[in-house]
């Protein structure tokens, strides 16, 4: 009898979008084999073995897409109002080509409608099936790994695929056009690496909302089991990749904590970076990352 991993199993019956979401809903249990909860993806299953799994999970391929949401509302408010609202407002915003939108005093929110972005670290493709919901003219999904891309966004012709392709050493040769944005979700490397590679595949005004993994950033000595839970080391491993950012020209312009942790417990942050602005010093880096951390998660 022909037996496969679990995970593998519910995304072959179609149960499941992709290995990452099986994951999921085995973590919450939401599937039982034979009647019976299962609890670890691993376990081997026959191919003919009933499967069952609740309804009511999420439409998103991932729950990394939870996390870009989060990170998106935060940084799309201005004055109170989100650019949706006072794009009806005839008085309000100017609108450009490029999707981005400029407040009275000429500072910048954070819209995804119209603009080509790049998703480093794209995987299953939780942050590419946002930007393509929230108006996104292309995404440019790039990963080192293969076959990972959830099949209807593989398919989607507004999705451009690199895969087996290591940010760290994109080129500009190696990309169909330059992004105006780029989003970032990218494990066991520092975001420092992959800073100067994603600056060559850019637009001269392009908008970076990067998520911080303070595991990746902070030295593997301090990491002890593999999650930063000392306050002080989050705000440090924050601080560390938007000073080198601003070395190399970028601006920043904010941080929040990700709604949701990493899968091991960690806390995850946003920052908003952004190339060609005209006010470097609109934010307080040290005061804005003290208060991300502390109205964060625990």
Known sequence: MTRRRLDAELTRRGLARSREQARELIAAGAVQVRGVAATKAATQVETSAPITVESGGSKYVSRGALKLIGALDAFEAVDGRNDRERSDDSTGLSDGDDGREQDHDGKRSLTVTGRR????????????????????????????????????????????????????????????????????????????????????????????????????????????????RDPELRKRSVESVVRFAIGLGLSFRGVVASPLPGPSGNVEYFIWLVRGGTDPGIVDVTEAIDAAVQEGPS
């Open 117 to 228: 972005v790049l998703d480093a670290g794209a995987s299953t493709g939780g942050f590419t099936q946002v930007l393509l919901e929230r108006g996104a003219e292309r995404v440019l999904a790039v990963d080192v790994g293969y076959g990972q891309l959830a099949w209807p966004l593989r398919v989607d012709p507004r999705v451009d695929l690199l895969e087996r392709t290591n940010v760290r050493s994109l080129t500009v040769e190696a990309v169909p056009y330059l992004a105006s944005m780029v989003v970032a979700d990218l494990s066991f490397i520092s975001l420092r690496t992959v800073l100067p590679a994603l600056l060559g595949c850019t637009d001269p005004t392009c908008d970076y909302l990067l998520m911080v993994k303070p595991q990746f950033e902070v030295g593997r000595e301090q990491v002890g089991d593999g999650v930063v």
